[in-house]
């Protein structure tokens, strides 16, 4: 039997899309996550905190790829340090790490702490490979719908955003892992740019609801850095398939969805 495919974060928003497909390749996946799961056929669960390091090694034993999936709000940085000293010590050959774009141009603490992830694994002379990936179409829902529950909706001035479905990024990770060591690889991005504005409409539009918005200005470095487009890649990018459109229209309820617009393309 072949050695599994470490898939860290493999209970998340992406690793649920990533493990089936490494399976459909043939491949064995174990699924690292702080809480376990239930095993079936190819698909082992084990547990591990990587922010703290406790059981890091041995999750990592026996397996020759792995791919980096895990993130949260902060401890990107220390998690993937533990990682990183966990597969140097077991022989990994080949780890595949996801990032943001913009991670090396917006002065975010968030975004810092994913730059420094990246760097423990570019440094960690491993082989490996690095995708950023724009925000996913479930992000940026999150953030409108929360918007949309104000009474008058805030709308961030020259703020634009690249959202790619995660069934893309998912995709384009297993390419990733089951090739050849790359290091960056080129960006992924949806197939259109929005503004704050354009989502936040089209989604009270497909929700039938109607909220007035008011532009605001983001403050400080952050702000120019995001209405200078640091964290889009209009040249060079990869791009998606799937529309923020086509997303709102399969994920929202049928009864409350309107005609949606056309994709706008980078301003």
Excluded: C
């Amino acid at each position: 039997m072949s050695a599994p495919i470490l898939v860290t974060g493999g209970t998340g928003t992406l690793g649920r899309l990533v493990t089936p497909l490494l399976r459909e390749a043939g491949h064995p996946v174990r699924v690292l996550s702080r809480r376990g799961g239930p095993s079936a056929p190819g698909i082992e669960h084990v547990t591990a905190d990587l922010v703290s390091g406790e059981g890091i090694e041995a999750a990592v034993r026996g397996a020759e790829v792995v791919l980096h999936l895990a993130g949260g709000p902060k401890g990107d940085d220390r998690a993937a340090r533990n990682l990183v000293r966990a597969a140097q010590q077991t022989g990994v050959r080949h780890l595949v790490h996801i990032s943001v774009i913009g991670a090396d141009r917006v002065p975010l603490a968030w975004l810092r702490s994913k730059l420094d992830a990246e760097r423990a694994v570019a440094e960690s002379g491993l082989p490996w490979t690095a995708l950023r990936a724009a925000q996913f179409h479930d992000l940026v829902l999150t953030v409108v719908e929360k918007l949309a529950k104000l009474p008058v909706v805030p709308a961030p001035g020259g703020l634009r955003f690249q959202p790619v479905d995660a069934r893309d990024v998912a995709a384009r990770l297993v390419e990733l892992t089951l090739g050849a060591p790359a290091g960056l690889v080129p960006d992924l991005t949806g197939p259109a740019v929005y503004g704050m504005d354009e989502l936040v409409r089209s989604y009270l539009r497909a929700v039938g609801r109607r909220r007035p918005l008011v532009p605001v200005r983001l403050p400080g470095k952050a702000g120019r850095a995001y209405r200078a487009g640091d964290n889009l890649t209009l040249d060079g990018a990869e791009t998606g398939t799937r529309t923020w459109e086509a997303f709102l229209a399969e994920r929202l309820p049928e009864p409350r969805r309107t005609a949606h617009r056309q994709p706008v393309g980078p301003r």
